[in-house]
T-cell receptor
Framework: EAGVAQSPRYKIIEKRQSVAFWCNPI?????LYWYQQILGQGPKLLIQ????????DSQLPKDRFSAERLKGVDSTLKIQPAKLEDSAVYLCASSLEDRVYEQYFGPGTRLTVT | AQKVTQAQTEISVVEKEDVTLDCVYETRDTTYYLFWYKQPPSGELVFLIRRNSFDEQNEISGRYSWNFQKSTSSFNFTITASQVVDSAVYFC???????????????FGKGTKLSVIP
C-alpha cells in the first residue's frame, strides 16, 4: 500500500516569496492533516480536513497560510508571503474517517526561508 | 490545555543496553489518547503505539514496552537490548477525545533523540 506522498521534499525561498506544498494521502483516507515541525520541536497541527471540509484550523496563521482540499483527496498548503520563522518541515498525515487517532505521516517538505 | 513534556533531549546508549524514554502529560480531560511516534533521519513519523486513558495495562511488542501510569501522568517507553536501527527521535503525543467537532489534534512533546552506539 502506498504511503502519504509529499512534494517537493526540499524548498529554499527568500522571505516575502510564495511557496506551495502538495500532499497526496493514502487511498481511502478521508481525513488529512498538515503539521509544521520547527527544528528541535514536535509537530504542531496547522489544519485538519475531513473530506474537503475544514475540521480544525485554529493554529493556522491565516494572514499568510492557506490550504485547500478541493476534491477531498489531494491537498495543497500555501504560504504567501513567507517569513524567516516559517523555516520548518511541513508534514502531511492522513487517517481513515473512523480511525482518526491513527495518523500516517508523509516524509515532509523541508522549507528554508532566507 | 494539554501539554506533553519529554525532559530528556538526547540520550546515548551502547548497543544492547536497555533505555527508557520518559513522557509526562497534562490534560483536564478524563478521556484522552497517548501515542509514541518514531522519527528516523528520513523524516517520516512512524506510529508505534496508542493507548486510551481507560486502559492502564502495560504493553509489550517485541523489544518495545510501554508503561502507562495515570497516577503520575506518565507514559514511558522502554527499548530492551537496543540496536543501532533504533537511533531516531522519539515523540510522545496526546490527543484529547473532546477536542471538539471531530478534531483529533495531536499535541507532541519536543522529542528525545536516541543514539545507539555500536
Amino acid at each position: 500500500e502506498a504511503g502519504v506522498a509529499q512534494s517537493p521534499r526540499y524548498k529554499i525561498i527568500e522571505k516575502r516569496q510564495s511557496v506551495a506544498f502538495w500532499c497526496n494521502p493514502i487511498s481511502g483516507h478521508a481525513t488529512l492533516y498538515w503539521y509544521q515541525q520547527i527544528l528541535g520541536q514536535g509537530p504542531k497541527l496547522l489544519i485538519q480536513f475531513q473530506n474537503n471540509g475544514v475540521v480544525d484550523d485554529s493554529q493556522l496563521p491565516k494572514d499568510r497560510f492557506s490550504a485547500e482540499r478541493l476534491k477531498g483527496v489531494d491537498s495543497t498548503l500555501k504560504i504567501q508571503p513567507a517569513k524567516l520563522e516559517d523555516s520548518a518541515v511541513y508534514l502531511c498525515a492522513s487517517s481513515l474517517e473512523d480511525r482518526v487517532y491513527e495518523q500516517y505521516f508523509g516524509p515532509g517538505t523541508r522549507l528554508t526561508v532566507t | 490545555a494539554q501539554k506533553v513534556t519529554q525532559a530528556q533531549t538526547e540520550i546515548s546508549v551502547v548497543e544492547k543496553e536497555d533505555v527508557t524514554l520518559d513522557c509526562v502529560y497534562e490534560t483536564r480531560d478524563t478521556t484522552y489518547y497517548l501515542f509514541w511516534y518514531k522519527q528516523p533521519p528520513s523524516g517520516e513519523l512512524v506510529f508505534l503505539i496508542r493507548r486510551n486513558s481507560f486502559d492502564e495495562q502495560n504493553e509489550i511488542s517485541g523489544r518495545y514496552s510501554w508503561n502507562f501510569q495515570k497516577s503520575t501522568s506518565s507514559f514511558n517507553f522502554t527499548i530492551t537490548a537496543s540496536q543501532v536501527v533504533d537511533s531516531a527521535v522519539y515523540f510522545c503525543a496526546l490527543s484529547e477525545a473532546g477536542s471538539g467537532a471531530g478534531s483529533y489534534q495531536l499535541t507532541f512533546g519536543k522529542g528525545t533523540k536516541l543514539s545507539v552506539i555500536p
